[in-house]
């Protein structure tokens, strides 16, 4: 067994063929493996989804296909008048066409940038407690200008008289942006992790109309993904969310999960 001495050689072992190399080596002598993979090891993780073989890949040509059909009959006054359909309803449908058609687009980018995207955050805190939360990210290839922040928000139902209807509001507790620094590399595993404070649970985190209303958004979420994005943020409007939002370039992800919040005193209050 060889060591490295004093700091005029040094050397590293290979965990391949149990070869030991000089520091100046980048490659193993004997095997040819290279000492970052040793040192940085990847992850083995299948390629990414190829972009026409992605489920939403379809849902993209659909859309794609109802804005171009659109714009076709736009142009078209004589066709519009047999259909008997108005410019403004075509302006609308082909908005809503392209609107749907880059949601799904982007959504097939960001399962061909990351493997694994994972939000983890306790199921409940204590009022008054400090409680942590990760999130773990799986990039398939190098990911630049990235930014990633992380915030304890409070989603809550305001009824400013008995008579009015209530409204929803956010507060943002506390935000804080993670240091991600360097670029992320491919095929690497990341965990970033934060600490908060859990609040006392004070506001209220239920309305009825926002059921109804998430019911109905909830029947379209097969066609466009943010619907169905919305009528669970409806849904589940009220309470304290972990809420992670990931920026690489221009596209960003919002990421949510819900902390159940207590304070069991003299009553038990949740939130
Ligand atoms: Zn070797």
Not at 33 to 59: G, Q
Not at 181 to 202: D, H, M, Q, S, T
Not at 214 to 223: D, I, T, V
Request: one cysteine or more; aromatic letters at 10%; glycine letters at 8%.
């Amino acid at each position: 067994m060889m060591y490295g001495n004093d700091a005029v050689l040094a050397y590293w072992h290979c965990t391949s063929c149990d070869h030991t190399n000089s520091e100046i080596r980048v490659t193993c002598d004997l095997c040819g493996l290279a000492r970052r993979h040793i040192e940085d090891p990847l992850i083995d993780i299948p390629h990414p989804p190829r972009f026409t073989h992605h489920p939403r890949f379809l849902l993209f040509c659909v859309w794609a296909g109802l804005g171009f059909v659109g714009l076709a009959l736009l142009s078209k006054p004589a066709w519009r008048e047999t259909l008997g359909i108005g410019a403004p309803f075509l302006i609308l449908e082909m908005l809503a066409a392209y609107l749907s058609a880059a949601d799904n687009v982007v959504a097939v980018i960001w399962d061909r940038w990351f493997n694994q995207i994972e939000l983890e955050v306790p199921e409940k805190a204590a009022t008054g407690k400090r409680f942590g939360a990760a999130i773990k990210l799986v990039p398939y290839r190098r990911i630049e200008r990235i930014r990633i922040s992380m915030c304890l928000i409070d989603r809550y139902f305001e009824r400013p008289g008995s008579d009015q209807p209530s409204t929803r509001k956010v507060h943002r507790i506390a935000c804080h942006e993670l240091p991600v620094g360097r670029p992320l590399k491919g095929r690497r595993e990341y965990v970033l992790r934060e600490n908060f404070i859990a609040p006392f649970p004070i506001t209220s985190h239920h309305d009825i109309g926002a059921e109804i209303t998430a019911s109905f958004l909830a029947l379209f979420a097969w066609l466009i993904p943010s619907l169905g994005l919305m009528a669970r943020n409806l849904r589940e409007h009220g309470g304290y969310y972990l809420r992670v939002k990931i920026q690489v370039g221009l596209l960003s992800r919002t990421i949510e999960r819900r902390v159940l919040v207590y304070h069991l005193g003299y009553d038990l209050f949740v939130g």
